[in-house]
């Protein structure tokens, strides 16, 4: 199996283009310092929940670590396998169709070293259901990569957008609940309380706690796309602030690293 030297462009090249930059390079950091520490043969075992069409998986494989991804829809499984082959990837990068829920089934117990879940536990029926699911995929001492949506900023976005009683009703919301018809796609959002009690009792020990995208969602797009060197500015902003704890109720998102007990 190749080594993670294999291809080992600098990922911040992905990072420094346009406005997605700001959202994606927090947890990208995160991420890469991971799979240089946990890793098995010089290469971590690791599975992407949702990943889709590969934006992050690909990153990964490009490290030399073997990827698999699970995702319900067959016309992202088909993109990702253009991403893959297009960045020299495919050998290291597996789509299966699937979900959450049937994951145990497609991969078996304890055969990751890293499990990526971003964008996933907003959606699922049981936010505790999944998280033992995807504690029972990971090898003891495997790391979970964990995205959510973080509900105070999802409170003030709805209200500085004029839908107060959607506001009001999801700053009303029980830990991890459904926040309702109105909510959009994802319709879940946690404190970071709130998803750290979670990780805690379904078998892990978070390990960190990123801010992300507190400015990113805030700026016009005018400033970022249009002025020299704004999104490079933007990118080193969101990352000066994703470990200081008084920004994580302003950011939309909350990166949580975590260490399968």
């Known amino acids: 199996m190749a080594s993670p030297q294999r291809i080992r462009q600098d990922p911040s090249q992905h990072l420094v283009q346009g406005r997605t930059a700001a959202s994606t390079a927090v947890v990208w950091d995160a991420l890469e310092k991971v799979l240089h520490e946990v890793h098995r043969d010089n290469t971590a075992a690791v599975i992407d929940i ?3 069409t590969g934006g992050l998986a690909v990153r990964v494989a490009e490290l030399g670590h073997p990827v698999t991804v699970i995702d319900p829809s067959p016309d992202a499984l088909a993109a990702l396998a253009r991403r893959a082959e297009e960045r020299a990837v495919a050998d290291l990068v597996t789509g299966q169709q699937g979900d959450l829920a049937g994951l145990l089934d497609q991969v078996g117990e304890a055969s990751a070293d890293v499990v990526l879940c971003h964008g996933v536990l907003e ?3 049981d936010p505790s259901a999944a998280l033992a699911v995807l504690a029972r995929a990971l ?3 495997g790391v979970l990569s964990l995205l959510v949506g973080q509900r105070h900023a ?4 709805r209200a500085m957008a004029g839908h107060f009683a959607s506001a009001r009703t999801l700053l009303a919301e029980t830990p991890g609940s459904d926040a309702g018809p109105d909510a959009g796609a994802s319709t879940r959002r946690f404190t970071a309380e709130e998803i750290t009690a979670l990780l805690d009792d379904t078998g892990f020990e978070t390990t960190a706690v990123h801010a992300v995208r507190v ?3 805030l700026v ?4 970022v796309d249009l002025e020299p ?3 490079l500015a933007l990118v080193e902003l969101e990352r000066a602030v994703a470990t200081r704890p008084e920004y994580l109720t302003l950011a939309t ?3 949580l690293l975590a260490t399968r007990r």
């Open 123 to 125: 959606v699922v029926d």
């Open 229 to 231: 060197g704004a999104a």
């Open 154 to 157: 999802a409170v003030v976005a």
């Open 215 to 217: 400015f990113a969602d």
């Open 50 to 52: 949702g990943g889709g």
């Open 253 to 255: 998102q909350l990166h």
């Open 139 to 141: 090898r003891p001492g």
């Open 220 to 223: 016009p797009s005018s400033l």
